[in-house]
DNA sequence: ATGATTTGACCTCG
DNA sequence: CGAGGTCAAATCAT
């Protein structure tokens, strides 16, 4: 074999996407007969959640007025911190957790936003959330942190759901033309779910992901990052149960 | 210049 | 009051 780079990690790709998507198939089977095991956006408003502690409602607050007078910003000349944080500590948050051997990109374009040190972890916990927040007020976040590190392994626990268009980074793929005898063609390349390599961590593909709910009063379950349409036209034989979780899954990031 | 990350302060909850 | 989650100025990267 004398496969470009790009190729071979191309394939690694899809071998990847594969895993992932019948871990997902897994999990789907198993909930979607009770309930709602994919559940669409809006849902949740109709859930009792009758403390309603949960999902922001930070800033713009309504509530009398802006800043109840930090100790210190109260008299001190209005330095910074305006009206720093006004906002409501989410409670009820994991709704679904995934633990991985490697830091893996899931295809949504997430900003870091901050990073805290655990107790009792030895690594600190990262926090992040949809880059299209403020532009699509998409308020999908994750935390991911790392749980042990002889094998390495990562836990990520998304949360809210990801309500922004083009949610996805585009593919980066490149296939050399000149080996075109193997160029794997996807029909809907923008919808392409897995990704690697960003910038700086050193995304890498997972070989052992675990799912889960992470949440017991469970508030929903985030649909596993696209998987949705995750189209295969040039490819036989090696991803053989996409089709069908295709079909089922038809609705497409959005709904 | 613009956008992402870093990092300490700030804020809420238990 | 401490732990964990968020904000935003400073810094870094492109």
Redesign the pocket.
Known sequence: MSWSWDTKKAIEELVQGREWTNQLRDLLTKSVGDESGLELVGSEDLKPMNNM?CC?G??SEDSGES??S?P??SASALT??D?????????C?ASRTNISSALIDDGYAW??????K???ANHP?S?YRC?HKNEQGCDA?K?VQKIQDDPPKYETMYSGHHTCKNTLKPFPFIMDHNDSSKLISFSNQHDLPFFSSS??EDYKPASDITYYNGSSSSDYILSPPHLSSFHHDGISGGLDSVADIDDFLSFNGMG
Do not use: P
């Not at 009206?83 to 409670?91: F, I, L, M, P, V």
């Not at 900003?111 to 805290?116: S, T």
């Open positions: 502690s922001d930070r800033k800043i109840k930090s210190s910003a910074l911190k009206r720093r944080g006004s906002y409501k500590r989410r409670k948050v900003r870091k936003y901050g990073q805290k655990i107790l009792n916990r926090y880059t976040t935390q910038s700086k």
